[in-house]
């Protein structure tokens, strides 16, 4: 069953903590994105990669951090220097290629500092 | 540079009753637009998507018309149940872009009451 999966669904930080949430995806997709939702203001794009090994900073990349050493992995760590991380992440993955594909969200991981 | 509006809710409506959420865009050439759902807790769902003018896209009763002269994709569905309560989120992608990076509106959310 073909589909993307991020863990945990609930993750509670503490001041100065770095955190990683975990997005794994099993649709021989090229593209990942994290999105970063809070109430009122959308979806707003955190990272996102085109191609293991490379990818590029959206509009809020600041205290935040990410790898892809595997296509199916693109691990997000939210640092310290996030001073407001309290919020829902979305992992997304799509075909690389534009040409109006769809995108294929997880069931997100709600973050709270404690 | 490239954006979307949607209308703010909450919209209440009782069931079978018709449901219109608008959505307007700003974009260069000619974008994708897409309309996006999320349940409570869950990550977002395609609903449905049109990727040329005068496109309409349709799903589960729900409607939307790519009109380019108005820059609008509004969401319509005749008679709504309880079960189509969730926050409903408009989105492009850009024309040419190389990625498939999405603009979102701050989603519209829709409670159905029986």
């Known amino acids: 069953d073909g589909g993307i999966t991020q863990s945990p669904k609930y993750l509670f930080r503490k001041e100065g903590q770095n955190v990683t949430l975990s997005c794994e995806q099993n649709?021989?997709?090229?593209?990942m994105y994290w999105y970063r939702q809070d109430p009122g203001q959308g979806l707003r794009l955190i990272y996102y990669?085109?191609?293991?090994?490379?990818?590029q900073k959206g509009d809020i990349a600041e205290g935040y951090s990410v790898s892809r050493e595997k296509k199916e992995s693109f691990p997000l760590t939210v640092t310290s220097a996030q001073k407001n991380p309290t919020a829902f992440y979305l992992c997304?993955?799509?075909?690389?290629?534009?040409?109006?594909?769809?995108?294929?969200f997880g069931q997100g991981t709600r973050l709270t500092v404690v | 540079g490239n954006s979307v509006t949607q209308m703010e809710g909450p919209v209440t409506l009782s069931e079978e009753a018709f449901l219109t959420i608008n959505c307007t865009y700003t974009?260069?050439?000619?974008?994708?637009l897409f309309w996006y759902v999320q349940y409570p807790g869950e990550g977002l769902q395609l609903l449905l998507k049109a990727t040329k003018a005068d496109d309409k896209g349709s799903n589960k009763g729900f409607e939307a018309t790519y009109r380019k002269e108005t820059t609008s994709f509004h969401l319509e569905k005749g008679s709504v149940q309880v079960s189509d309560s969730a926050v409903y989120f408009c989105?492009?992608?850009?024309?040419?872009?190389?990625?498939?990076?999405?603009?979102f509106g701050t989603g519209t959310l829709l409670a159905v009451q029986p």
């Open positions: 990669s085109q191609i293991v090994n490379d990818f």
């Open positions: 649709l021989n997709h090229d593209a």
């Open positions: 997304a993955s799509s075909p690389a290629r534009t040409g109006n594909t769809e995108a294929f």
């Open positions: 974009a260069t050439g000619y974008p994708s």
């Open positions: 989105a492009l992608e850009p024309y040419g872009g190389a990625t498939n990076k999405l603009i």
